[in-house]
């Protein structure tokens, strides 16, 4: 019986390749390779299928035991013919990945988004496992979502339900990078929140978080927790301004999907707790009062393997 099944994160600054165990959900061997967008897909491509070479002769595993490849890449996808439409983040377009890894392996390949394997991952084996209406929501360099009902991924009409990120929170509000006003991503992100502190900082305001900062390097979710445990004023205000938003955006969801669960996660709920409490507090707040009182929230548990757990359990929808 094929018992494992590879996964792949295909993230803008790391791709990690897993060999996961499908009975288990654990991860038996990983390979973890810089995405290095600037050298083209080309170059990304050819990593990909050294890390799984590599991944396969460390683990000893032979390809007849291995059931499929999945991948998850930050993008639009076509999951029927298993393609990267655009993928700016990793400078990718029109890249075939499921001809070139099944060419390559003659396996099954399976191609989704970073979100949709991740909320995968923690309904098989983390903190989703048992629920089957949630929403899984991860705060990072951007805002992403996916939606869980009747335990299957709803991926709407186009593939691109669950853009949390693009929910509009201000009419009149700050630039996307997606091109509208007022998205909630532009607000509740470590990115907004980074932007947040580094515009209070030239107008010259003083912070904890400038003995952790580097020339030329971004602001981490790990040194605005280092912030907030010194009582910073500034990423105090700016953290919890993000939380506002983003528990608005939560409310949002509660109110018209109803879901009996919320999962966050993503660099900065794992880092910063208090943004994590702030938000669900405020969300339950904002909510309306029956499904306020109903519905639970959980950080997720698989951190970084909870892509790879996900994407390893990717199959063939059809479309
Ligand atoms: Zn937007």
Redesign the pocket.
């Known amino acids: 019986m094929k018992i494992y099944s590879i996964g792949i994160d295909l993230g803008g600054t790391k791709i990690l390749i897993a060999l996961i165990n499908r009975q288990t959900g654990k991860v038996v061997e990983h390979v973890k390779k810089k995405t290095k967008k600037d050298k083209g897909p080309q170059n990304i491509v050819k990593k990909m299928l050294d890390g799984i070479e590599e991944l396969i002769e460390t683990s000893g595993v032979k390809l007849n035991e291995i059931s499929s490849i999945g991948i998850g890449a930050a993008g639009q996808i076509d999951r029927k013919n298993g393609i990267i439409i655009a993928a700016p983040n990793l400078d990718c377009y029109d890249l075939n990945l499921k001809k070139i890894l099944s060419e390559k392996f003659n396996l099954p390949v399976f191609v989704g988004n970073d979100v949709e394997i991740a909320a995968k991952g923690e309904q098989k084996f983390g903190a989703a496992k048992g629920y089957n209406d949630f929403v899984c929501v991860f705060v990072g360099t951007g805002v992403g979502s996916s939606i869980v009902k009747n335990g299957q991924i709803i991926y709407g009409s186009t593939g691109t339900a669950g853009e949390i990120?693009?929910i509009i929170v201000d009419l009149n509000g700050r630039q996307?990078?997606?091109g509208?006003h007022g998205?909630l991503?532009a607000y509740a992100s470590r990115s907004a929140i980074e932007k947040r502190i580094e515009g209070a900082l030239k107008k010259g305001r003083k912070s904890a978080i400038l003995e952790y900062l580097e020339p030329g390097k971004a602001i981490t979710s790990s040194m605005i927790q280092k912030s907030i445990e010194k009582d910073d004023e500034l990423v105090l205000q700016c953290v919890t301004e993000a939380s506002e938003y983003l528990s608005g955006g939560l409310a949002s969801i509660i109110n018209f999907i109803n879901p009996e669960l919320i999962i966050l996660g993503g660099g900065l709920i794992e880092a910063v707790d208090y943004f994590y409490q702030e938000t669900i507090k405020k969300a339950k707040a904002k909510s309306l009062p029956v499904p306020a009182e109903k519905i639970q929230f959980k950080k997720a548990i698989l951190g970084d393997y909870s892509g790879v757990i996900g994407a390893a359990f990717l199959e063939d929808r059809g479309f």
């Open positions: 990120g693009h996307c990078a997606c509208a998205c991503e």
